[in-house]
């Protein structure tokens, strides 16, 4: 068994409202490892590198306004002039290029067993409405696709978490160099997982 890490970004909505701490700890308190913190602007090519650049990630963020829209009865071409997903997932990629830059934002490292299915449980449903409560973006915030997408903005929905061990990796690296990374032991380790 070993250990796996997460990166979270603490989103510019997030760090408005005054939720850094109460966000952070809740990773803390479930026994996560903090081994990498960083207040920090976030450069545009550094944000175009964090998400995907691949016609799979276009379509899944397209698919979420398409779905939704259906859903609602609304017409997505009245805010995109499309309803090719992909082109309405590069429109997002665009809006999030500009969300993370409107305050610092804190890049954290997390570390732990299994940590990419524990951080996506702890943050919560992509979209805030549907996110349940309990988790970060169901208990600090209700945004929904209609409204963003009609703002000409993503959803406003606090934090990032990695998706994949595989982005895990790949998103530490690209935020972090390894001298920035402090591995240590909980004492509470030993508590939480004794070996017999
Ligand atoms: P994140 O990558 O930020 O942790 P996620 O993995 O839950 O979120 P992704 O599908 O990777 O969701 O989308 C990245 C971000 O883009 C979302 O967190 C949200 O802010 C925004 N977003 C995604 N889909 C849409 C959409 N259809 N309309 C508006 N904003 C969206
Ligand atoms: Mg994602």
Redesign the pocket.
Known sequence: MTKQKALLIIKPDAVQRGLIGVILSRFERVGLTVIGLKFTWAAPEKIKAH?PETEAWFT??GE??LTNYAKKGLDAKTVFQTDDPVAIGKT?KQW?IDYLQESAVLLAVVSGYDVIEIVRKLSGN?IPLLAAPGTVRGDFSHDT?DL??AQNR??R?LI??S?TVEDGEKEVKLWFADEELFDYQRCDETIMFPAR
């Open positions: 998400y899944k963020v979420r306004t997002v999030l992509t696709i963003a997408n993503p959803l929905n990032h978490a998706d």
